[in-house]
């Protein structure tokens, strides 16, 4: 069996790439995640999107509910890997019926080498059957938030982290760093900063319909993005949002 995983960027159809297109009208089967009814639109956007892509063999589209990490384990890394186990089980009895489908493609947002399972599952799905893996690379939302926000990623000749927010609030500001990206924040952890000196440029839902953007001074937008993101989080049930924060001279 291959297994595509095809990075469709953010959310918007004009995202994808020639070979993600291809990847998606060769696939037999496309698996598509259920995480509930408050994230339907999830599901709903990679449906546009197998649809916009349809060829004449178009595939079949099998969906399968995301199981969730289970929140009576106290280790963080136990706790997902033990998800991803389940996960993997879940991609397997999605397929099973269909045991003459050659081709299975699943849909990743942003691209699967960035702060994604999707590999690490795939992983275990080749322990237990021959697989012949496929990655089609898709825009990253780091790569969307700055061209939204129309600036560089990085100063010249100078590096930049890409982390998350777990690990600001457990690690604080890394040194020797004055640019960083920070991904699945769900606290907000930009608030433990000191914000002096400090700019952030965020976004939420970028490059998809109703991305909100912010930026400025920590001290100043700080407060706007904590408020705007609550609303957009109470209103459309879900959200994704990324953002970087900059140190001054």
């Known amino acids: 069996m291959e297994l595509a995983l095809v990075g469709i960027g953010t959310g918007n159809p004009e995202h994808l790439t020639l070979q993600a297109i291809e990847a998606i009208r060769a696939a037999d089967i496309l698996m598509i995640p259920e995480k509930g009814d408050d994230k339907q639109e999830l599901a709903d956007l990679r449906r546009r999107i197998a649809a916009g892509c349809a060829g004449e063999g178009q595939a079949r589209l099998v969906t399968f509910p995301m199981p969730v990490r289970d929140p009576a384990v106290p280790d963080y890394r136990t706790r997902v890997r033990l998800w991803h186990d389940v996960i993997a089980q879940a991609w397997l009895d999605a397929i099973a019926p269909y045991p003459e489908a050659q081709k299975v493609a699943l849909l990743v947002w942003g691209d699967p080498a960035l702060f994604d399972s999707t590999l690490r599952i795939a992983e275990r799905i080749g322990r237990i059957r021959p697989l012949d893996l496929k990655v089609v690379p898709g825009l990253m939302s780091l790569q969307v938030l700055t061209a939204s926000h129309a600036i560089p990623l990085n100063r010249l000749a100078e590096p930049f982290l890409v982390t998350t927010g777990r690990h600001l609030r457990e690690r604080g ?77």
């Open 173 to 249: 500001w890394p040194e020797g760093i004055d640019t960083l990206v920070v991904m699945l924040d769900g606290e907000c952890s930009f608030t433990m900063l000191d914000p002096t000196n400090v700019a952030i440029w965020w976004g939420a839902y970028v490059g998809m319909e109703g991305e909100i953007l912010d930026h400025g001074p920590l001290s100043e937008a700080g407060p706007r993005i904590v408020a705007t993101r609550a609303r957009a989080r109470a209103q459309r049930g879900w959200i994704m949002d990324i953002y970087l924060l900059r140190r001054g001279r």
